[in-house]
């Protein structure tokens, strides 16, 4: 008897967890970049004789529906600016680029800007002072579409992601940390260099960063 009250209680405890964590979903908390894989690209970018400088660390933002960490910058052969962050929303509908730029005015595109037609996908925005590459990239997903600039794009990768939290099948039961997390490393380079050149280079970064992140 004793026995049918525990898994009783178990049975009511998770559901109650579960329902808690629908109904009152928790506020979104963007995890922090990695140091250790931030050096690593650092590094690799250095080997391939790309020159970086630090910029100013920006602030980290957090409200009910999106949080991001401090948007770290670098300047890269003094033609252009990288700044990464990592971005997480509370509903799934606001996993999109758009959305997340609202709250960093700094990294908001126009509205001419275009959209990659392949894989991997991103935004460009030209103007008189060069061109802006944008995208998200969903860590610990190896595919070719870890990268995505809509919520169709980057739901896809954050469902096919990999996860490497231990005991995660059983937090989830427990309802002790949300089903799926909805983040992505917001990543975005602004640059003077002519055409053609300055799409090599953004590839080439995106190439480093999918290396680097998963």
Sequence with gaps: ??????YGALVLSSTLAATQSIIFPRWPQASK????????????????RYVLQPL????????????????????????????????????????????FTESIKSLQ??????????????????????TTFQTCLVSDNPSSYNVGVNQDQLTLAVDQ??????????KRFFGFTPSRRYQCMLITLKTTLPAQEDSKLWLDLLTHFQKTFN
């Design 161 to 170: 992601a990999k996860s490497l939290e231990k005991n995660l099948t059983i």
């Design 1 to 6: 008897m004793n026995l049918r009250n525990f």
């Design 56 to 99: 100013p660390v920006r602030v980290e933002h957090s409200d009910f529906n999106i949080s991001h960490t401090p948007i770290i910058g670098f300047t890269i052969n003094s033609n252009s600016k990288l700044y990464i962050t990592n971005v997480q929303v509370r509903d799934r509908k606001n996993l999109q680029v758009s959305y």
């Design 33 to 48: 970049i990695s140091s250790e894989k931030l050096n690593n690209l650092k590094a690799n970018l250095m080997s391939d």
């Design 109 to 130: 595109l126009t509205n001419a800007a275009t959209q990659s037609n392949q894989p991997p996908f991103f935004l460009s925005d030209k103007s008189p002072e060069g």
